[in-house]
C-alpha cells in the first residue's frame, strides 16, 4: 500500500495570507490526525477527523481549522498567517479512531512564513 | 493537563552499547504509548509501542518498559549501530474511547559514534 502522502511538501508565505494543505491517508485509513513540528515547541497536535467529524482539537487559536472528505482525504487551512506559524506540518493516519490505534505519518509540509 | 517528559534531549554512545531514553507522562488515563524514530529531513516511523496492559516489549535490538505506578516509560535499544542515529520521540495518548491525539515528548538526539 502507498504511504501517507501530502501536498505540497515545502510552501513559502508572507503574513496576512492563508494557505491549505492537504493529507492523503493509506487506503483504508479513516483516521486522520494534524500535528505541527517546530524546534521550540516539538511535536503538537492539531486536530482528528474521522468519518468527515472532528472528533478532538488542540490549543490552537481558530485561524487553524481543517476539514475530512468522503474519501477520508483531509485539509488543514491556516488564515492570517504569522510568522510563528513556520513549521512543518504532519499528517498521520490510522485505520480507526481511537487510543491504541497505530498512526502513520506523512513526509510533511515544511511552511515558512516571511 | 496533559504532558509528557521525555528525557535526555540529546544522547551520544558508542556503537555497540546501550542507550536508554526515559518518558514521564502526567494523565494517569493514558494507556498507549508509542515510540517514533525521525531521521533528519524524514517522517517520524513508528518503531515500537506498548499499550497499559502489559509491562514490557520487545522487538529485536529494541525494547520498550511501562511502569503505570510510576508512570513512566522507558526505550532501550541494545548493541547501537550508526544507523539508530537520529531523533526518538515518545509519546502517550488517552483512553477517551473515540480519539487518538498523542502528546509528545520533546524528543531525544541520539548519536551513534562509530
Known amino acids: 500500500k502507498a504511504g501517507v502522502t501530502q501536498t505540497p511538501r515545502y510552501l513559502i508565505k508572507t503574513r496576512g495570507q492563508q494557505v491549505t494543505l492537504s493529507c492523503s491517508p493509506i487506503s483504508g485509513h479513516r483516521s486522520v490526525s494534524w500535528y505541527q513540528q517546530t524546534p521550540g515547541q516539538g511535536l503538537q497536535f492539531l486536530f482528528e477527523y474521522f468519518s468527515e467529524t472532528q472528533r478532538n482539537k488542540g490549543n490552537f487559536p481558530g485561524r487553524f481549522s481543517g476539514r475530512q472528505f468522503s474519501n477520508s482525504r483531509s485539509e488543514m487551512n491556516v488564515s492570517t498567517l504569522e510568522l510563528g506559524d513556520s513549521a512543518l506540518y504532519l499528517c498521520?493516519?490510522?485505520?480507526?479512531?481511537?487510543?491504541?490505534?497505530?498512526?502513520?505519518f506523512g513526509p510533511g509540509t515544511r511552511l515558512l512564513v516571511l | 493537563g496533559e504532558n509528557v517528559e521525555q528525557h535526555p534531549s540529546t544522547l551520544s554512545v558508542q556503537e555497540g552499547d546501550s542507550a536508554v531514553i526515559k518518558c514521564t507522562y502526567s494523565?494517569?488515563?493514558?494507556?498507549?504509548f508509542p515510540w517514533y524514530k525521525q531521521e533528519l529531513g524524514k517522517r517520524p516511523q513508528l518503531i515500537i509501542d506498548i499499550r497499559s496492559n502489559v509491562g514490557e516489549k520487545k522487538d529485536q535490538r529494541i525494547a520498550v518498559t511501562l511502569n503505570k505506578t510510576a508512570k513512566h516509560f522507558s526505550l532501550h535499544i541494545t548493541e547501537t549501530q550508526p544507523e539508530d542515529s537520529a531523533v526518538y520521540f515518545c509519546?502517550?495518548?488517552?483512553?477517551?474511547?473515540?480519539?487518538?491525539?498523542?502528546?509528545f515528548g520533546q524528543g531525544t538526539t541520539l548519536q551513534v559514534k562509530p
Open positions: 494523565d494517569s488515563a493514558s494507556n498507549y
Open positions: 498521520a493516519s490510522s485505520l480507526l479512531a481511537g487510543s491504541g490505534e497505530t498512526q502513520y
Open positions: 509519546a502517550a495518548s488517552r483512553d477517551s474511547g473515540n480519539t487518538g491525539k498523542l502528546i
